[in-house]
């Protein structure tokens, strides 16, 4: 079954305890972001990458680090998580052939940062 | 700078009822693309619609249809007849440059029976 798979699926830490979100598709995609979703906001966007050891800023990269060693993973960092980063969290993937393709999306991570 | 915007924070409508999700965006290129997604109660994101701003005609998908109109910069969404699954978040939005995708705050429906 084609799929993005995230974990953890919820997540309770404490404020400058890094921790990592792990993102994975089995689709082949050479695209990848993540993205935050906060009431009020919708989703934003934090990083993206176009292929393996590509990767580019967001709209709010502040406080997150991603990386791309592999075309299936693409993991979030959170170095020294801060309360603000409380949030819920969504892995994506599509495909790329020079458009905007639609975006398979992870079930999302629910993280609390006290 | 891209913007979306999506006025209509809840909408609440009665089973049956057509119900139309409105969708502002802000653009200075030609080529971008929209995009409407579904987040039901469940919390997952289904994608929904794909448009290219070359390609001005309305779709319709069963209940489903959307109207975009570049002279307005809007990209609405109607569903008609609504049930009660159609219950959701629903997320309009833009890309201009391979890789960004901005969506708008999205706007709550609630269909009751």
């Known amino acids: 079954e084609a799929q993005v798979t995230q974990n953890p699926r919820y997540l309770i830490t404490v404020t400058g305890k890094k921790l990592t979100v792990t993102c994975s598709q089995n689709?082949?995609?050479?695209?990848m972001s993540w993205y935050r979703q906060d009431p009020g906001l919708g989703l934003r966007q934090i990083y993206y990458s176009m292929n393996v050891e590509v990767t580019d800023k967001g709209d709010v990269p502040e406080g997150y680090k991603v990386s791309r060693k592999e075309k299936r993973n693409f993991p979030l960092i959170l170095e020294s998580p801060s309360p603000n980063q409380t949030s819920l969290y969504f892995c994506a993937s599509s495909s790329w052939a020079g458009a905007n393709e639609k975006l398979f999306f992870g079930s999302g991570t629910q993280l609390s940062v006290l | 700078a891209q913007k979306v915007t999506q006025a209509q924070t809840e909408i609440s409508v009665v089973e049956k009822e057509d119900v139309t999700l409105d969708c502002v965006y802000e653009t200075r290129d030609t080529t971008y693309y929209l995009f409407w997604y579904k987040q039901p109660p469940s919390g997952e994101l289904v994608f929904l619609i794909r448009?290219?701003?070359?390609?001005?005609q309305n779709e319709i998908s069963g209940r489903y249809s959307w109207n975009f109109q570049k002279s307005t910069s809007s990209f609405n969404f109607t569903i008609t007849a609504s049930q009660v699954v159609d219950s959701a978040v629903y997320f309009c939005a833009l890309s201009e440059t391979v890789g960004d995708m901005r969506f708008g705050a999205g706007t709550r429906l609630t269909v009751k029976p």
């Open positions: 448009r290219n701003s070359f390609d001005e």
């Open positions: 689709m082949n995609h050479e695209y």
